[in-house]
């Protein structure tokens, strides 16, 4: 499928500038085409058979992009490994792909530099695979955030049912837009065919920073700003934002996790645009959304409704249905869910119910407009004196304050209550951070009272996962070592 995707953009879209190079070069899609089959070639040449896993510890950037096209044409499987995911995790990692080889060659200074070693020049177009819709084209890792990574496996079938989720049958209508997040992450892996069909231009950011993105989206006059919600926030919260004119901007995507009311609400005012959700996870494929047509409350208070044939199921323990407005397992089934752990069968049986869902790992319900509302993961809920807390819910309260620029709610041990919950709060002036109790104040109106705060740490940031998301791990803790007040 994505061979094919390949193929059929650079018939239709030749010398159009695909993607764009942090130096500044470009890469056609004729280019993507012709290198593809070089670098398959030259994984031919080094043994690799169809089937085999083809590990990439690379940066965001043309070697990626490249070394997984080539893959493909091999009929090989991607493993993508973050670059940025320190050395221990990253061997946990390619012990588990257990791979033919490893590609981790630094970034060129040309195209014709890109991945010297694994190509063969001039080499003729890779032969067509196999129809196979089962036949395994990526392994995509869980973020291992509460425990040790997993490899999602996803197989043609699955990338065609999300480029057509994504796309349809159109070609082309693709505009300006960059990437800020690792390749090896979901979104890449299982969209690049649809991003292909699209026929625009990506630019390639090797290291995500929040300056140098609203650089980029002023000077290409970008329509969209698309990233995960701390993404958003830190561009945001950049001392120039207001002197960029980032009147292209029309809209604003947030994924890879629930946004915040008080960042959402600032998102559409300051960039001007209309925005939306996405929520999925890595076993799910595809999931919920927004609609930047739908009411402005929808992606303030929820992540959406289901994607066209997707089903949603919120479970209790015993994997059976809760009762409307309550709280529940949130698992999702379509075509577009993966076909499994790789080489993990007892994880892979532990992920799907019996009748064939996915669980995310989130909690959440339903509202009485169909909307989905998260309440947190199931391994991040606290009980305090008997009573569970969702730290998302408190979250989405606090972040509202109006000296709070971001916020994280996470429990600290106590000897009566069992656990309390901490507010981790990043001050919007730093010489004027808000109180304690001056949130649990602003909370009441909004929550129980078992909910609110009961200490708080003020930091300069929240700490970040390689992925771009709140390492609550990091701050539960410096939170149970005694921080906060």
Known sequence: MLPATIREAARRFGDRTAYVAEAGWP?????????????????????????????????????????????AKAGAITAGVNDRLSERERKALLDLADPAVVVDDPAADSLDGVLADWRVRGAPPAAPLPDDPDRPVAIVFTSGTTGLPKGAIYCERQLAFITATDVGDAWGGGGRSFTGTSFAHLGFMTKLPGNLRRGGTNFMMTRWRAADALALVERERMSTVAGVPTQIALMLRQPD???????????????????TPGLAAEARERFGARLATRYSCTEAGIGLGTAFDDPDEDAVVSVGRPHASVELALLDPDDRPVAPGEVGQVCLRSPAVMSGYWHDPDATAAAFTADGFVRTGDLGWVDDRGRLRLVGRAKEMYVRGGYNVYPVEVEGVLSTHPDVAAVAVVPRPDPVMGEIGVAVVVPRDPARPPGLAELRRYGEPHLAAYKLPEALHVVDALPLTAGEKVDRRALADEVAGGAGR
């Open 27 to 71: 890469i056609t899609y004729a280019d993507i085409d012709r290198v593809s089959d070089e670098v398959a070639a030259g994984l031919a040449r080094r043994g690799v058979r169809p089937g085999d896993v083809v590990a990439l510890v690379l940066p965001p950037g043309p070697e990626y992009l490249l070394a997984y096209c080539g893959a």
């Open 241 to 259: 934002f207001d002197r960029h004119d980032l009147s292209s901007v029309q809209f604003v995507v947030v994924g890879g996790g629930p946004v």
